[in-house]
């Protein structure tokens, strides 16, 4: 922002017309112009104060613009020209003759101005109650109205940063604007059929629809206007000539209009049935909706700290699981900002040690939840492509069950999901007209359950290993509907931060040395998004995350160390009576140490174990083979207790004082 924008900004909002600040950003691999915030038709303002705000506190950068709101919001209608420098195979200046000599058109006495690429802008003023809805190529191709809905950059703006700034053509305006012509005006409200209509009311749901639900207000309307193609009231062209120029203001892509109406006008050919099936997904997608952003641009750091004090109060973590659980919270509202997004493995040696409360605390904090315990490929392959919503599965020892027929896809579509570019390929339709279809599977996505996750998958997981509370852990039992408010509020001043520093965050570069030497390449891959997050937020935060980072996954226990859950405790509780029985018989020799100095051999407690009547370890597990040192050393590995010498032969084993706390936790 300059001085010049804000100046001018006053000016405008002197004269009555609502104003936003509006910037480019990369949206599906194109330069798009946005606002800045979202709710921006509702936080237009005239007001002085917020716009000298806006501009000078909040969004200072020198490539944020002004832009004023079109359509009854205003009175104001822009006629957009597209240039050939700007959009290639398009010459709106062409068109623009054309209409000239149909209607007798004049801009001599038109506020106008140049764009950044070589276009030209318009603006004209609507009749009280006048309603002018946006379109693309109604007038001729290259000629875009912005009416309702929509905004028009202005002049001094300076969106792109390489080239001159918009710049006003005749001198002219916006309280110069005259009344729209008649002429225009009847080619833009005649009477259109039904169908048309319905068309425009579609576009109109993109348009209006609430922050983070674009997307899917896309599907649904590219789903209804398939059956209109489907039954010839309106062509393809009909509906990508409406609905796209919608899609492109909200942000989003020609394409995806695309390959949603691609997808749905296959679909609606099934009939009945399979238009309940695809209302249904689509309803489904819907459903889960994005946090709507906090209306003021917040302090990250301060959102973050009112997140780790949620979880601190509830659930026994370290400071380093708590700084890693925010940082993931947070970069589920940026994750279009990242190529992966790594998993957060939660995980515990048993049940009872808080898994559930943190899925449920994280749900509250996160962009779009989806919270899941038993659910087949093709769901999460469908809402993947659908909505993208942040995965939170519970009980995934099941879902990853080697019994479990869906196994395989699963796997699949969890490691593919993990970057931006994932995709799993399906056949869709049905008989003869099968065809195989794309879906995109990246999404956030929290894994909890007994047990930490190994294999391909481990790797592209942040392992989180929790343990039960005892006495001395001063934490709360949570209550989710007194606490929800809360957690929503966290949630939104999350994805306020994002939303105003997604930018910064996508451009931000990390030196290699930022990356603790001990990391291989996957969990460099898994901490960028953090450390990128972390560089941007500044203060404690990059050196913290650093830190934290390197201890979760050092003090984590190896994959594949638990076993059956209700067997691990019977574990330590037999072990528990076999040093409480070697403490009775030092006892009987007048052997006086303290319990706690107690020691035994692996190869004594295992043959105790074995040898103990009406217990499991002469024959266990699927194999029914006894216990081994092996296997107990990989048991115990779970509760974090490993083998020491002990004794004088310095012999492998354990000692009493290493159980103490276990025992305290699951006994």
Not at 72 to 93: K, Y
Not at 275 to 281: F, L, V, Y
Not at 309 to 322: C, D, G, N
Not at 583 to 597: N, T, V
Request: glycine content about 8%; charged content about 25%.
């Amino acid at each position: 922002m300059t001085s010049e924008v804000l100046d001018a900004a006053l000016d405008l909002a002197a004269s009555g017309f609502p104003l936003i600040p509006v910037r480019r950003k990369m949206r599906s691999g194109k330069w798009r112009k946005v606002p800045v915030f979202g709710a921006w038709q509702d936080a237009a303002s005239i007001d002085p104060e917020t716009i000298t705000r806006w501009f000078n506190l909040n969004y200072p950068q020198p490539d944020v613009g002004v832009a004023v709101l079109t359509g009854s919001r205003s009175g104001l209608l822009l006629l957009d020209v597209d240039s050939p420098a700007g959009h290639p195979g398009v010459d709106g200046f062409k068109s623009l003759k054309l209409l000239k000599a149909k209607t007798g058109l004049t801009l001599e006495r038109v506020p106008g101005w140049l764009t950044q690429s070589n276009g030209n802008g318009f603006i004209f003023r609507l009749k009280p109650g006048q309603k002018i809805t946006s379109s693309a190529g109604v007038l001729g191709s290259g000629l875009d109205v912005k009416g309702e809905g929509s905004f028009a950059v202005l002049p001094p703006s300076r969106l792109d940063m390489t080239r001159p700034p918009y710049q006003w053509l005749n001198g002219l305006r916006l309280a110069d604007a005259p009344p729209l012509p008649e002429e225009l005006a009847d080619l833009l409200t005649r009477r259109r059929s039904k169908a048309s209509r319905t068309l425009d009311d579609l576009a109109e749901k993109i348009r209006t629809a609430a922050t983070g639900t674009a997307h899917d207000a896309i599907v649904s309307a590219t789903w209804e206007a398939a059956g209109l193609i489907r039954d010839g009231k309106l062509s393809l062209g009909d509906v990508l000539t409406v609905l796209s120029p919608a899609a492109i203001e909200r942000g989003h892509d020609k394409l995806e209009v695309e390959e949603a109406l691609d997808g749905a006008t296959a679909k609606r050919g099934r009939g009945k049935g399979g238009e309940t099936r695809r209302a249904a997904a689509a309803a489904a997608a819907a459903a889960i909706a994005d946090t709507e952003p906090w209306p003021e641009a917040v302090d990250g750091g301060a959102a973050l700290d009112e997140a780790i004090a949620v979880l601190a109060r509830h659930v026994v973590m370290t400071e380093e699981q708590r700084a890693v659980t925010v940082l993931w919270v947070l970069h589920t509202h940026l994750a279009g900002a990242f190529f992966h997004s790594p998993r957060l493995n939660v995980f515990s040696p048993t049940k009872r040690c808080g898994k559930s409360t943190l899925r449920r605390i994280v749900a509250g904090m996160v962009a779009k939840p989806m919270l899941g315990e038993n659910v087949s490929a093709a769901v999460i392959y469908h809402l993947a492509e659908l909505s993208r919503p942040s995965f939170l599965f519970d009980e995934v020892q099941s879902l990853l069950d080697r019994r479990n027929s869906d196994r395989p896809a699963l796997l699949s579509l969890m490691c593919s999901g993990y970057e931006r570019t994932g995709a799993t390929w399906r056949m869709t339709g049905e008989g003869s007209a099968m065809v195989p279809r794309q879906f995109r599977t990246y999404a956030p996505m929290l894994l909890a359950g007994i047990g930490r996750i190994g294999g391909s998958l481990g790797d592209r997981c942040i392992p989180i290993q929790l343990r039960r509370k005892t006495k001395a852990d001063a934490v709360e039992t949570f209550d989710f509907d007194s606490s929800q408010a809360g957690l929503v509020d966290i949630g939104r001043k999350l994805a306020r931060w994002a939303q105003d520093n997604s930018d910064a965050v996508q451009a931000a570069r990390l030196d290699s040395t930022v990356f603790p030497s001990a990391f291989d390449d996957r969990q460099c891959d898994c901490a960028r998004p953090l450390f990128k997050i972390a560089a941007v937020l500044g203060g404690a935060w990059p050196d913290g995350i650093r830190a934290a980072l390197a201890a979760v996954w050092r003090d984590a226990v190896p994959a594949g160390a638990e076993e059956d859950d209700n067997l691990s405790i019977a574990l330590l509780t037999d072990i528990r009576e076999v040093f409480d029985g070697l403490y009775l018989e030092h006892q009987r020799e007048a052997a006086l140490a303290p319990k706690s100095d107690a020691t035994i051999t692996s190869s004594r407690l295992v043959d105790l174990l074995i040898s103990a009547a009406e217990k499991p370890w002469a024959a266990f597990g699927r194999a029914q083979r006894p216990l081994t040192q092996y296997k107990l050393a990989n048991m115990l590995r779970s509760f974090g207790v490993r083998p020491q010498l002990v004794g004088r032969e310095r012999a492998g084993g354990y000692r009493w004082r290493q159980f103490a706390e276990v025992w305290e936790r699951y006994s």
